[in-house]
């Protein structure tokens, strides 16, 4: 995992850069989001083309392209490491319109009453609006 950015209540955003992270996330926090984690993979990795001819240079770049090409899964974690929230944001954090930021809590209920503070301090990092609304699918 990757540190993106402190908040409240002595919680921190973490980015979650493997399909084994995913696969942790879903299993604490009984939801799917290891099977959209690997599904925004292998689209990122499909739309990869290699900027070299020989097989053994040819996937250099893979990682590097599909960090930038896939959204940025979330995981937001309390001082002692617990799972508290994920979540789902436009490629490299940029606002995009066209694209559902997703944020959901353990078992996908509401995170926002319990961590609204860490949200909108994930939101402040990035430059976006993430609001209830807008971002929590199940209402």
């Not at 001082?79 to 929230?85: C, K, P, S, T």
């Not at 490299?92 to 996908?108: A, K, L, S, T």
């Amino acid at each position: 995992m990757q540190y993106i950015c402190d908040a409240p209540g002595a919680k921190t955003w973490f980015r979650i850069e493997t399909e084994g992270e995913a696969a942790l996330e879903s299993d604490t926090m009984s939801h799917a989001v290891e099977k959209h984690f690997r599904h925004a993979w292998e689209a990122a990795a499909n739309s990869y083309r290699a900027a070299s001819s020989p097989f053994i240079e040819r996937n250099i770049g893979l990682k590097a392209h599909v960090q930038r090409a896939m959204p940025l899964f979330l995981t937001l974690r309390d001082a002692e490491g617990q799972a508290l929230a994920t979540a789902m944001l436009p490629p490299g954090g940029e606002d995009d319109r066209h694209f559902r930021i997703i944020i959901v809590g353990p078992e996908n209920r509401d995170p926002y009453p319990e961590h609204g503070e860490a949200i909108h301090a994930l939101g402040q990092h990035f430059g976006l609006t993430l609001d209830r609304d807008r971002c929590f699918p199940y209402r």
